[in-house]
């Protein structure tokens, strides 16, 4: 999470930063390479992060699909099989990351 990062990675990280890379080669809260066949992906979820389903509570119960399905035409991305399982796995790990955020607010 972006709050667990020491602050001068958040500050250096920040997309308005306009200096060298920062040396983050070393660093635990570096960012991984994204491998040449992610690239689709990535461009998807980030283009469809703003598209989930909230239940009751503000619980998130998923990405609205259809929405993402019109987002990857749109982008001219092919959703093929592979970039679905790609995308669920991201969907699975930001529902399971809030659930547990939402669990450990909820015991405070």
């Given at each position: 999470?972006?709050?667990?990062?020491?602050k001068y990675c958040r500050e250096y990280c920040r997309p308005s930063f306009a200096q060298a890379?920062?040396?983050?080669?070393?660093?635990?809260?570096?960012?991984?390479?994204?491998?040449?066949?992610?690239?689709?992906?990535?461009?998807?979820?980030?283009?469809?992060?703003?598209?989930?389903?909230?239940?009751?509570?503000?619980?998130?119960?998923?990405?609205?699909?259809?929405?993402?399905?019109?987002?990857?035409?749109?982008?001219?991305?092919?959703?093929?099989?592979?970039?679905?399982?790609?995308?669920?796995?991201?969907e699975s790990k930001v529902i399971a990351d809030r659930n547990k955020s939402m669990a450990e607010?909820?015991?405070?």
């Amino acid at each position: 999470m972006a709050g667990d990062k020491p602050k001068y990675c958040r500050e250096y990280c920040r997309p308005s930063f306009a200096q060298a890379q920062p040396p983050c080669d070393k660093c635990d809260y570096a960012q991984p390479k994204l491998l040449p066949g992610n690239y689709e992906a990535w461009e998807l979820w980030n283009a469809v992060t703003t598209q989930w389903r909230v239940g009751s509570m503000g619980i998130l119960l998923g990405l609205d699909y259809t929405a993402m399905f019109a987002v990857a035409d749109i982008l001219g991305i092919d959703m093929t099989p592979a970039i679905l399982t790609k995308i669920r796995v991201l969907e699975s790990k930001v529902i399971a990351d809030r659930n547990k955020s939402m669990a450990e607010e909820g015991e405070k």
